[in-house]
């Protein structure tokens, strides 16, 4: 028995979350799910996204499915997922692009750099500390290079001509692929965005600070269709979170649209990460077969429906 | 007659700003240039990259045409061209990309956000601190509404969602717009440069802090052939400089390979810059017919020389 808590979140995350969830319990029958309610609908009904016994419920799981959440129009708020993923220390945001010809992992670190959360505002000016620690590009920098050493190579994405603090990071990731045994190199992040568009064949691994992934995945979501066909890992020590790079959006929600494939792909790195590679790989496959069939969704010029791709999904599932 | 100062730089930049020269200087018989030397060049032969001299012969002129440089590699080294922006306070980095289907033009804050120089390094971390200033945000606000005005609508990059600098550089955007009648979007930086990417007619000014404009127009250069095309005009309420958005790519250098393009468009800017709308029209359309007839640099898969390609647009230049 395995136990996933599953939150859907808001917006489109209540229709592709389901989906998701469906395929899972196809290929997996020992999954016992469990729903955890955060977000904004939850905020606009208890005045509250998220709590300490919410982050304590998604610690219990041995992995956690997310959809998306909204952000509150409360300038107090801090964002639902920040706040996940440092109380769960979840410090590897893992972004694979795949797709025609393109076959990518980002490495984003996902607690520091700019989302220290070390802020403040004077009259005449705003400041946020951008903070790269030893510990954090050390960990994150292990992680990717154990994923490089399975593949081909890694590229650090910085900024290092301009930060300070990314000369630290520079020097730690090129010292851990040289103990790794990893070919690598480093790229400025803006002409780094650049070349991965032009010859994504060049790029195996990415590993970069925070924001820097934030923006370059988005980027690099144009080579394979679209934000909907991306999902993503929130690896920490001891918890992880799967979701899609997708946001929650509103502007097409409850209207069987959205595509769920980013979520589906992400409930197969789930299943990756509670061992079981070999069932991710038939969902992933499933995947690949119904979109080569040419079953998809308006965002990929398709007529499917969110219910509907994930149901031709799931028969492939069962044949696979 | 108009003083203009010359750099080269390094790399490339010998190559393609004495081809943008001499078309400035078939345009405008009257221009008066003269030559400053920066860069790593200078850096090796004199351990020095950029005086404050330097500055002031700079700041002397009407407008600096500049090539790029190479940063040496000294890591108490700061960018020649970080020192000049913020010597001649040129704020408002203005980087059109125009192309088949698109005509944005970014605005980049230029002077403070990440690169405040505001950096420090403890036994186990760096930081540093992105500043966003009333002052800083009121006059990028103010020349991009003023943009705006006079083309279609405002997109305002940010990443307020996670940054409380940025609420202050969006609330000073959208108060700016309202108060210049400019229609105004906001839009998160990670998800604007995907859709930037995928609908680039849905955009025309984006304003956005540094490194943000940094990264994006960047990946923007994907939409119309590369870092090859794209010109930059640097300009603060004394001093202009215009420059190709491209390094100085020393893997090319010397080659006779590198697309001048970049360089002859920052011209055309520069000739706006001094009153002179008519010849940088002449400028622009000339390259225009160049690249229409088929004459293009290896980037853009063709077999034309930097040179070669410059002497067409000089005869263009000639017709029109
Ligand atoms: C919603 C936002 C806080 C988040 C981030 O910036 O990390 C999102 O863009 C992402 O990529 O997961
Ligand atoms: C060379 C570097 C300091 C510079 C910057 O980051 O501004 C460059 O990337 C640019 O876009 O002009």
Same mark, same amino acid.
């Given at each position: ?8 979140? &808001? ?49 219990? @799981? ?6 998306? =959440? ?83 190579? *890694? ?15 520079? &020097? ?24 991965? *568009? ?19 995945? &988005? ?31 509103? $502007? ?34 499933? =995947? ?10 308006? $965002?990929?010029?398709? @007529? ?17």
């Amino acid at each position: 028995m395995v136990k996933v808590a599953v939150v859907e979140g &808001d917006g489109i995350g209540r229709e592709v979350v389901p989906v998701a969830r469906d395929i899972l319990a196809a290929v997996r029958p020992d999954i016992e799910f469990f729903d955890v309610e955060v977000g904004y609908g939850r905020w606009e009904r208890t005045g509250c996204a998220c709590t300490d016994e919410t982050i304590a419920d998604l610690g219990s @799981a041995a992995a956690i499915l997310f959809g998306a =959440v909204t952000t509150p129009p409360d300038p107090g708020y801090r964002s639902v997922m920040l706040q996940i993923r440092h109380a769960l220390d979840l410090y590897a945001n893992v972004r694979p692009i795949r797709g025609e010809g393109v076959d990518v992992v980002i490495v984003r670190e996902n607690t520091e750099g700019l989302y220290s959360g070390i802020e403040w505002t004077e009259p005449d000016r705003a400041c946020t500390v951008r903070v790269v620690s030893r510990r954090g590009s050390e960990r994150i920098a292990r992680y990717a290079c154990t994923l490089a050493k399975s593949r081909r190579h *890694l590229t650090v994405g910085n900024k290092a001509n301009v930060l300070k603090s990314d000369c630290l990071f520079v &020097d730690i990731c090129t010292a851990e692929a040289a103990r790794a045994g990893v070919s690598c190199r480093t790229s400025y992040i803006d002409a780094l965005c650049l070349d991965l *568009l032009m010859h994504p064949d060049r790029y195996d691994v990415i590993v970069t600070t925070n924001i820097f992934g934030d923006i370059l995945s &988005d980027a690099a979501a144009y080579l394979v269709g679209g934000l909907g066909m991306l999902p993503s890992a929130n690896i920490g020590d001891r918890h992880a979170l799967f979701e899609p790079v997708h946001g929650s959006a509103p $502007d097409i929600a409850g209207r069987n649209v959205a595509n769920p494939v980013a979520a589906i792909r992400s409930a197969a790195m789930l299943l990756t990460h509670i061992g079981d590679p070999a069932s991710a790989a038939v969902v992933e496959e499933a =995947v690949g077969r119904v979109l080569g069939a040419g079953i998809r969704t308006p $965002d990929l010029g398709g @007529a499917a429906g969110t219910r509907e791709f994930g149901a031709a999904v799931l028969r492939e599932v069962g044949r696979g």
